[in-house]
């Protein structure tokens, strides 16, 4: 069964803490992404991989960066956390699209900056 | 400007009957479309895929059908239950193939 991996559920930081969201997927997919998702506003992409080392800004990636040392594992960082980062944030995989695979998430980090 | 549509953020229907929902987009050209299903404080998970070439899919008692002029695709739920009650999403390759965008998510409830 594949696998989306999220390290953490549940995430309380102060502001202008350093945060760490972990993510790993066990199915050899080239394409990583990392969304937020807000009430009325939908899912938005902050970053995506395409490949290890490789990043692209999304729709909002200010106030965040990312890294990708290995295939399987792409982390989202948030350099200091504000309040308005407080949100769902769901890491997703899939192979690459243009053959039109599918894209595979992980169960959400729910994280409140106080 | 690029955008995705559903057609009302949330549909209460009666157990048995079909639901439909509604995707448009403008300024998007995409190879194929999928649909989602969410369930609150959970990833989405992925239902089904319909690509520009074809003109429905079916999956037990799921049907999407994707009419590339109009630029819609409709989403049936037939003999709903109430463990359908979940929102769902559509999402379609950007132009440049790279990115999944995701429409807003109808929420459907199928009442007893």
């Known amino acids: 069964d594949v696998k989306v991996t999220q390290s953490s559920r549940y995430l309380v930081k102060r502001t202008g803490e350093k945060v760490f969201l972990e993510c790993v997927q066990d199915?050899?997919?080239?394409?990583m992404f990392w969304y937020r998702q807000d009430p009325g506003l939908g899912l938005r992409l902050i970053y995506f991989s395409y490949d290890v080392k490789m990043k692209e800004k999304g729709d909002i990636p200010e106030g965040y960066s990312v890294s990708r040392e290995k295939k399987e594992r792409f982390s989202l960082i948030l350099e200091s956390a504000s309040t308005n980062q407080t949100s769902m944030y769901l890491c997703a995989s899939s192979l690459e699209q243009l053959s039109g695979n599918t894209i595979y998430f992980g169960e959400g980090s729910w994280l409140t900056v106080v | 400007s690029q955008k995705i549509e559903q057609n009302s953020e949330a549909l209460n229907i009666q157990e048995g009957k079909t639901a439909t929902l509604t995707c448009n987009y403008t300024n998007y050209s995409p190879a194929y479309l999928q649909w989602y299903r969410q369930d609150p404080g959970r990833g989405p998970v992925f239902l089904l895929l319909i690509r520009e070439n074809e003109k429905e899919k079916r999956k037990e008692r799921l049907k999407v059908t994707f009419d590339t002029t109009l630029k819609q695709s409709l989403f049936h739920i037939t003999a709903s239950q109430p463990a359908d009650s979940a929102t769902y999403l559509c999402?379609?390759?950007?132009?440049?193939?790279?990115?999944?965008?995701f429409g807003p998510g109808t929420r459907l409830s199928v009442l007893p």
């Open positions: 199915m050899d997919h080239e394409n």
């Open positions: 999402a379609l390759a950007d132009n440049y193939g790279q990115n999944f965008v």
